[in-house]
Structures are given as structure tokens and as C-alpha cells.
């Protein structure tokens, strides 16, 4: 079984910046695609972004302003996020899904994080 731990997250005025981190644990299958997925009170949650090797691939929502990066030697993913807005506050969720390719809906992903929460004040 694939476990991903998350930590970071945190409180920041709008502008400022803040990084989410996940950690892989468990089994874990080569050829894995990373990504983040965030759910905001009273809303579904949505894809922010994914990353496969070195590629990476972002919601027009926070392109430009997220940066996701994995160290694959260390089974970590981290997404950090700038410029942030009242908008991004949301439990931050990291996720796994087996297969090459970058695809951004939920049920797309087999493992997931238990969430970080984002808050963005104005």
C-alpha cells in the first residue's frame, strides 16, 4: 500500500507564500504521476496541478503562480505556492495515480494525502 503524509500549510496574508509538502510511504510503483488537488469550504474539489518526471502541468487558476517539484530519490513532492489570494484557501491534497499520463480528474487517483490546510487572508 501506497500511504502519502503531508505537512506545511499554514496561514499567510494575501501576496505571500507558502509550501505543502507530501511524502510517499509504503509500496510504490515506478511510473507514478503526482498531483495536487484542493477543496475549498462548500465546493467540489479540483485539480491544482501534476507532475510526471519533469514535466508539470497547472490549472489555469494558479499558472504562474504554483510550482510543484518531486525529488523521486526522496519520494517527495512539494507544491509551492505564491502570490497567493483569499481564493486558494482550501485543504491542499496531494495524490498518486499510476500511469504515465497527466489527467485531472479525481477519480483518476488511486492514493491520496489527508489534506493541508491553506488560509489566505485579505
Known amino acids: 500500500q501506497v500511504q502519502l503524509v503531508e505537512s506545511g500549510g499554514g496561514l499567510v496574508q494575501a501576496g505571500g507564500s507558502l509550501k505543502v509538502s507530501c511524502a510517499a510511504s509504503?509500496?510504490?510503483?515506478?511510473?507514478?504521476?503526482m498531483g495536487w488537488f484542493r477543496q475549498a469550504p462548500g465546493k467540489e474539489r479540483e485539480f491544482v496541478g501534476a507532475?510526471?518526471?519533469?514535466?508539470?502541468y497547472y490549472a489555469d487558476s494558479v499558472k504562474g503562480r504554483f510550482t510543484i517539484s518531486r525529488d523521486s530519490a526522496k519520494n517527495t513532492v512539494d507544491l509551492q505556492m505564491s502570490s497567493l489570494k483569499p481564493e486558494d484557501t482550501a485543504v491542499y491534497y496531494c495524490?498518486?495515480?499510476?500511469?504515465?499520463?497527466?489527467?485531472?480528474?479525481?477519480?483518476?487517483?488511486?492514493?491520496w494525502g489527508q489534506g493541508a490546510q491553506v488560509t489566505v487572508s485579505s
Open positions: 495524490a498518486a495515480r499510476i500511469g504515465t499520463a497527466i489527467l485531472t480528474t479525481r477519480s483518476a487517483y488511486a492514493y
Open positions: 509504503g509500496d510504490i510503483i515506478s511510473g507514478y504521476v
Open positions: 507532475i510526471r518526471s519533469g514535466y508539470t
